[in-house]
């Protein structure tokens, strides 16, 4: 603070008079007064009268007063403190100020008292104002650190979205959040169009996605927002409702004044717009802002033209790795590929023990349609030939084609060699029907080579060239056909067609039958079992042996009809024996396709629970008198399911017979954990138990576990008085062969049985 001086403390007023007047006693205010000779203004000062002189004295004038004290003074530069300490000194009211002669004023305690408090006022008075604007200060200080808290954070954002290299779902997101928090917009919003100018990526900021529902996707191609784009051009503007092309806002849109947008292109490329509306402080977009926008959409823009290329890059491989692999007109894997596929399916094949087909298919007189149709509709034919082919294949299958009319057809996993010969043949009959190209009623046909790995050979090219050998022999052989490499294939592949087609009509041309086979109880000489034997007297083949076409009807599927026809009429006869008064049992042989059917949505219980429960419900058997055959092989596959159907066999009362028992490998334990009643013992066994002492010793082993196990014992095919008595010393139960009886037409069986109950009674 400045010193206090004695000029800044003057007394006011002092009232200038002259040696000879006398002071206005009376007076109610009496002030200090600056006495002088001669003149108040140019005369010589001759002292200070204070008003307490005048009370003294009131009859003085002012010489008498002046002359009556001595007149001390001070110069006007002098401390305050010094006048303080002269007026307390002399007990002195007030000081004359004199700049050398001449009178300036005066000081007293009381002016210097004022001017001290006046001067305290005012720095108060200051120093409030000072704080108000401490103050004011410190909070623009503070907004302007939070301010820069936030562009901080926001360019960091912004930051880490350029770094990106490629298109990623938070880019744009992250990428407009920051932006418009580095501008301090109160909306943002970033468009991206794909090639065909639609918008592709729409993501915004500082509306809620309820809003931006509602508005849909801010309109872009006239409007000013289709400027940018179409212009490559960014567009600032302080209120954006003037500007010409504003075609408005789109209902539900908050109302925006000034708008900042930007183009995001590279090299002429326009792959869309940023755009921003209203800043938070209200003022429009600065120049500044416009730069930063430009300088992220520039960003921007690198990476989408980043992403293109890869994506182009992609493309341009996808269709090479296409062209190389695929064959251009039908879309089918060429040579390369089926090379490929062939490979795999080799060594699949090997190690799995199983086979692979090559069809050679090439269309019979292709070059003939194709002069005639013309060779674009001749390209149709080919395509459409390939897609019949395609729907005749499983998954899996390969179809190529290898140029010109020739495909070439790959079947991994063969069990069967007669499973190409089937392909083959859907593959023809898929021919049968014309092909309607461009108005041309087109009728083709193949002429079809098979060979088979490892059979035929172990390389790709020495099973396309055999197949295609065997193609020619197809040709040469009249079209229309195929044929395998080898003729023992080729017969092979034959039979099995011409018996598949007879067996499949057996059925409904009646050509199949029962026949039945006593069972004699050794002790008492009854018959107590017949079992069901299936004969097939086809017209063309003549009597097929069960043995001929039983495998083959289990691998085509056919076991599963013929069987529930077993079923039906074995348990039909039993009932008719069992109304005649003779209740035998009947023995029906299972198949082991039978129990491994895969049970559907469509039946609640296993298809052959199904088969047996419709056939005793239909026949209204008992099922006590029902006796179901099946093999060791059976009991083996699907332990815990065959299980559980053999469970509820049992409880339904049929019983459960083991076929040719001693030829399986299986383990005895079995016997115990399946609810078993009859063992059978193999007639091999019996045929030579007179003569070879094993089989003797492998028949008396079995009888013995099986009494251990309470189980009957059944011995087949016995033909000799010999065999018999060597079964009943062993204490079999049960026998079963020529000696007794052959297989019975079923007219003959009520005679048999009469005639036999006859004899025993
Ligand atoms: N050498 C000789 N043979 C005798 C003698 N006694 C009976 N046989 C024959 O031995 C076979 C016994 O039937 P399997 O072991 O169940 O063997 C059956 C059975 O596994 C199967 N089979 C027969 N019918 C059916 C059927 O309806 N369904 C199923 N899944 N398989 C059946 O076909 C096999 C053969 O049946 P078949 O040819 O009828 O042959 C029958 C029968 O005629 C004999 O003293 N000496």
Redesign the pocket.
Known sequence: MERLLVRDCLCDPVVRVLEEERPDYASANLPLYAVFRDSTTTGAFCGLVAPQDIIQHPNWIFADLTEHRECLSVGPTAEVRRAMTLMNQQGLEALAVLDGPNFVGAVSRQSILETLLKRERLLLLQSRRLNRSLETERNRIRSWSDKLARLHEASRSLLTVLKHTSLQNDLFETGIDALTRLLEARYGAIGILDEAGKLSHFVYTGISPELAQRIGQFPQGKGLLGVVIQDNVSLRLADLSTHPSSSGFPAHHPPMKSLLAVPISHQGHVYGRIYLCDKENGEPFSANDEELALSFAYSLSLILDNAREIEEVKQARKSLNYMAHFDALTGLPNRTLLKDRFEQAISHAHRSKEKVGVLFLDLDNFKVVNDTIGHTSGDALLRAVASRIGQCLRDGDTAARLGGDEFIVMLPDLSEVQDAAKVAGKILESLHSSFDIDRHEVFVSFSIGISVYPDDSKDMEGLLANADSAMYYAKKLGKNNYQFFTPEMNRTAQNYMKLEKHLRRAMEQGEIE??Y?PQIDLATGKVICM?????WFSAELGAV???DF?PFAEESGL?LP??AW?LKTACAQAKLWETAGLAIRVA????SR?FHQVQTAQHARHPLLDAVLDALDASGLPPALLEL?I?EGILMRQLDSTMEILNILKDIGVRISI??FGTGYSSLSYLKRFPIDVL?I??SFVNDITKDPNDKAIVSAITVMAQQLKLEVVA????STAQMTYLRELRCNYV????FS??LATGQVLPFLRQSAAATD
Not at 531 to 535: D, F, G, V
Not at 716 to 719: D, F, K, L
Not at 736 to 739: C, E, P, R, S, V
């Open positions: 029962l026949y086979q079992e069901a034997l299936i004969r042996p069960p043995g039983i076991i013929i069987g077993v029906v042989n299972l198949s039978q055959e093999t076929d040719d059978k193999d007639k087949e095919g016995v033909e079963q062969g020529y000696f052959k297989p």
